[in-house]
Nanobody, 122 residues
Framework: QVQLVESGGGLVQAGGSLRLSCAAS????????MGWFRQGPGKEREFVAG????????YYADSAKGRFTISRDNAKNTVYLQMNSLKPEDTAVYYCAAGSAYTKLGSLYDYWGQGTQVTVSS
């Protein structure tokens, strides 16, 4: 079993930055693809970014390209999401997930965290 705990969310003004962290425990996630998803108020969950287990590849939703950066430190069993130039429409609960691939399909992830709230004020 893998437990994932997100942190780093909060309230930020538009144009600001936040860095989310996802700490894994239970077993190493160094062999897992990792992803970040979000769910805004009244919206469905959507993919934000993914990273391969060997940090060789990353994949971003169009809404995240150029503003967000996903990274991982396998030695720390932690994945990060650096979010810059935040917009009010980025307001959501952000979740990290671990699976066999870093796909945009949430159904292919095996483990999920509880989420961290990000609120961007205008």
């Amino acid at each position: 079993q893998v437990q994932l705990v997100e942190s780093g969310g909060g309230l930020v003004q538009a144009g600001g930055s936040l860095r989310l962290s996802c700490a894994a425990s239970g077993r190493t996630v160094s062999n897992y693809g990792m992803g970040w998803f979000r769910q805004g108020p009244g919206k469905e969950r959507e993919f934000v970014a993914g990273i391969s287990w060997n940090v060789g590849s990353t994949y971003y939703a169009d809404s995240a390209k150029g503003r967000f950066t996903i990274s991982r430190d396998n030695a720390k069993n932690t994945v990060y999401l650096q979010m810059n130039s935040l917009k009010p429409e980025d307001t959501a609960v952000y979740y990290c997930a671990a699976g066999s691939a870093y796909t945009k399909l949430g159904s292919l992830y095996d483990y999920w965290g509880q989420g961290t709230q990000v609120t961007v004020s205008s």
